[in-house]
């Protein structure tokens, strides 16, 4: 069985996109030239490496600012006979925290995937260019209707540490709105506390959360990812743990840099 470790990661990310607060949310957790690094184990083995890069510089789209910000992942070790190389990522407005552009080249064993996904937040449409192989020539172009301030699976994560988390309360959900892969997903995210974890860049006060998932094949049990997030100022995401139908899978920070705040 192929498991693409890699790519539970960005699971993991849907999951949290688009987070509808009811209002605009004001950064003071990110900026530009940050780079998360973290490692993915699968059992007893280091299986997969993943970033979070968002660019030194502020890029330029329908004339607003914006954050270039790209999501890695490669497999490692033995695992490498599962060859997986994917480049996730969005161009999200500075300002108001929504994206103009996303993007995804998918190289997983023989299987490739170029796509770029243009959104129209004022006509509510997202235009979909599927490329060749090559990622060349575009194969394919549709439209799909959209709702307002919709977000990607990078940006929507990006968003998510925005928001103002000290009141939520044990049980409490937050609504999911996310556009991915033609689809609009409604999905919701239970609140389920504080904890304090111990990391390799230092120990954090955390709040923890478990998307509520559809039903697959791939992941066993209720509520089997967990998402751990710090409570502080930069809010990054330090662990993601999911329980798989074989084994369990942690996904663990290993370096931080460029914080916003120190």
């Given at each position: 069985?192929?498991?693409?470790?890699?790519?539970?990661?960005?699971?993991?990310?849907?999951?949290?996109?688009?987070?509808?607060?009811?209002?605009?949310?004001?950064?003071?957790?990110?900026?530009?030239?940050?780079?998360?690094?973290?490692?993915?184990?699968?059992?007893?083995?280091n299986a997969a490496e993943a970033k979070m890069v968002t660019s030194p510089e502020i890029q330029q789209i329908n004339n607003r600012p914006a954050y270039k910000i790209d999501v890695y992942g490669?497999?490692?070790?033995?695992?490498?006979?599962?060859?997986?190389?994917?480049?996730?990522?969005?161009?999200?407005d500075t300002a108001k925290l929504i994206p103009h552009r996303s993007y995804r080249h998918i190289e997983e064993g023989n299987y490739r995937k170029h796509e770029i996904v243009d959104f129209d937040h004022r006509g509510k449409k997202a235009n979909v260019k599927l490329f060749d192989r090559e990622n060349k020539n575009v194969v394919e172009t549709q439209s799909y209707e959209i709702p307002p301030n919709v977000q990607d699976m990078v940006s929507g994560f990006y968003q998510l540490r925005t928001m103002d988390l000290s009141r939520i309360k044990p049980g409490e959900t937050v609504n999911i709105k996310g556009f991915f892969d033609k689809e609009i997903y409604n999905l919701k995210l239970i609140f389920e506390g504080k904890e304090k974890l111990d990391t390799r860049i230092g120990s954090y006060e955390t709040y923890k959360f478990s998307p509520i998932m559809p039903n697959n094949k791939l992941f066993s049990g209720d509520n089997p990812i967990k998402v751990w997030i710090t409570d502080d100022k930069n809010k990054i995401p330090v662990k993601i743990k999911a329980n798989l139908v074989v084994g369990a899978l942690d996904m663990e920070i290993t370096e931080a840099r460029g914080l916003r705040n120190n």
């Amino acid at each position: 069985m192929q498991i693409r470790i890699t790519l539970l990661f960005f699971i993991s990310l849907i999951m949290l996109t688009g987070a509808d607060t009811g209002s605009m949310a004001r950064n003071e957790a990110f900026s530009h030239g940050e780079e998360l690094t973290f490692k993915v184990k699968y059992l007893f083995f280091n299986a997969a490496e993943a970033k979070m890069v968002t660019s030194p510089e502020i890029q330029q789209i329908n004339n607003r600012p914006a954050y270039k910000i790209d999501v890695y992942g490669k497999t490692l070790s033995i695992f490498k006979i599962f060859k997986v190389k994917d480049n996730w990522g969005t161009l999200l407005d500075t300002a108001k925290l929504i994206p103009h552009r996303s993007y995804r080249h998918i190289e997983e064993g023989n299987y490739r995937k170029h796509e770029i996904v243009d959104f129209d937040h004022r006509g509510k449409k997202a235009n979909v260019k599927l490329f060749d192989r090559e990622n060349k020539n575009v194969v394919e172009t549709q439209s799909y209707e959209i709702p307002p301030n919709v977000q990607d699976m990078v940006s929507g994560f990006y968003q998510l540490r925005t928001m103002d988390l000290s009141r939520i309360k044990p049980g409490e959900t937050v609504n999911i709105k996310g556009f991915f892969d033609k689809e609009i997903y409604n999905l919701k995210l239970i609140f389920e506390g504080k904890e304090k974890l111990d990391t390799r860049i230092g120990s954090y006060e955390t709040y923890k959360f478990s998307p509520i998932m559809p039903n697959n094949k791939l992941f066993s049990g209720d509520n089997p990812i967990k998402v751990w997030i710090t409570d502080d100022k930069n809010k990054i995401p330090v662990k993601i743990k999911a329980n798989l139908v074989v084994g369990a899978l942690d996904m663990e920070i290993t370096e931080a840099r460029g914080l916003r705040n120190n």
